[in-house]
């Protein structure tokens, strides 16, 4: 009897199983990307759940009201709503979405802020990509004190946005005027409140701010600081009532389902004929 021979792997064999194994990988790095934006936005929402918390007893601590976008003065440090709601959570991270572009990270926190340095502290955590419906909540923008909006008044809490997902006020390539970030820890509704938003373009951006309007570009939305669909064409949102949820936002700017963009889910009244 012959000795077994051992056979190998012919060239053709091999080629086979290196294009099925490309094919499986095909089919599968998709699905593992999906998953991992998936674990994403339920980390967010439970941000913005969180966030929603806080900002309920901010209110009930302030006589209902809402804190401000930002500190009317040119202040350092200068507190912005994030700074008021961080004693309620006593976490920095939940305040920056882990799907937001690293280059929205870039508020720093008020009280990190050193008195003798006159600097805020080397190597401090930094926020940004959650934006605050200031227009309805709390603009600071007006002579004197601003205004603020108190709980009372919103009719609908369950759906009146709070906190949503924001790109910032971007221009036509991507970029926001400032190095501090443009608008990026706010968001604007899609039609100006009839309060206005202490800027002649209506929206939180004005003049070189702004993107060109052209489609298809982060620009296309002008001065107005975006909800940003960073969750496979979802925005997280969060309510007044502290529920979260994620949204289109061709929804979330068309309150009754119109075609035609409305405040609905911005004035804290679910009336898509107020502004």
Request: aromatic share 10%; with cysteine; net charge positive.
């Amino acid at each position: 009897m012959k000795p077994s021979e051992k056979k190998g792997f012919t060239l053709i064999e091999l080629l086979v199983v290196i294009a099925i194994i490309a094919i499986l990988a095909a089919i599968l790095f998709p699905v593992f990307a999906q998953a991992r934006e998936k674990a994403r936005q339920t980390s967010c929402l439970s941000n913005l759940r969180q966030i929603g918390t806080a900002t309920l007893m901010y209110a009930q601590d302030f006589d209902g009201a809402y804190p401000y976008m930002s500190t009317k003065a040119n202040i350092a440090p200068k507190p912005r709503w994030a700074d008021r709601l961080f004693p309620y959570t006593k976490s920095t991270q939940i305040f920056l979405c882990p799907s937001a572009l690293r280059n929205q990270a870039l508020k720093p926190w008020a009280h990190h802020w050193e008195v003798a340095t006159q600097s805020y502290r080397a190597n401090s955590p930094l926020w940004g990509g959650y934006g605050y419906n200031y227009q309805y909540l709390g603009n600071s923008r007006f002579e004197d004190v601003g205004f603020l909006t108190t709980d009372a008044t919103v009719e609908r809490s369950a759906e009146t946005v709070v906190i949503a997902d924001t790109q910032g006020v971007r221009r036509d390539n991507g970029t926001m005027k400032s190095a501090t970030g443009t608008g990026d820890y706010v968001v604007d509704p899609p039609l100006t409140c009839a309060k206005g938003s202490g800027k002649p373009s209506g929206f939180y951006g004005d003049g070189d701010e702004c993107g060109g309007g052209t489609p298809g570009t982060p620009g296309q939305f002008r001065c107005r600081a975006t909800p940003a669909e960073r969750h496979m064409g979802f925005i997280d949102v969060g309510f007044a009532d502290g529920h979260s949820k994620a949204m289109r936002r061709s929804a979330l700017d068309d309150y009754n389902r119109d075609g035609q963009p409305d405040n609905g889910w911005w004035n804290g009244l679910g009336d898509a004929t107020r502004l």
